[in-house]
């Protein structure tokens, strides 16, 4: 449980410093228009610190661990997420600054943002798979 707690920390803190910083460069650059870097903020908090909370309440009760896919899970999404966050970071610092990309880099941002998304999917459907199978076990409590 303990583990998945610090990760949820991770993410909040994340989340914050995201927030901030999109409020702040913003402001610093007189932009009032939208952004990407304004989900960055709300994507930490709600697919990072949000799950990982959720994780940690079925830690407290289930040895997740034991479950193959849960351990999938952990890797995969853990990439995915950072992946998406970051990508959405690297598509609003331009969009902020009124950069014109080329074509290549604007397909490559939504190619590499693409594969967060996916990450973050097969992940997500890889815990509901996790948790599914330890109601179909009725898997035994820590205490």
């Not at 409020?23 to 903020?41: I, N, P």
């Amino acid at each position: 449980m303990k583990k998945y707690l610090n990760i949820s920390l991770i993410y909040a803190i994340a989340a914050m410093a995201g927030g901030v910083f999109y409020r702040e460069f913003t402001k610093f650059q007189g932009y009032t228009g939208v952004t990407s870097l304004a989900k960055v903020h709300t994507h930490l908090f709600m697919l990072g610190m949000f799950v990982f909370l959720v994780t940690a309440l079925y830690a407290a009760r289930y040895d997740l661990t034991t479950i193959k896919t849960f351990r999938v899970f952990l890797w995969t999404y853990n990439l995915g997420v950072p992946l998406t966050a970051v990508m959405l970071f690297v598509r609003g610092v331009p969009q902020v600054m009124g950069m014109t990309l080329s074509s290549a880099v604007n397909a490559s941002i939504s190619g590499i943002a693409g594969i967060g998304h996916i990450l973050t999917g097969i992940g997500i459907i890889l815990l509901l798979l996790s948790l599914k199978k330890l109601a179909e076990n009725g898997e035994t409590t820590h205490a």
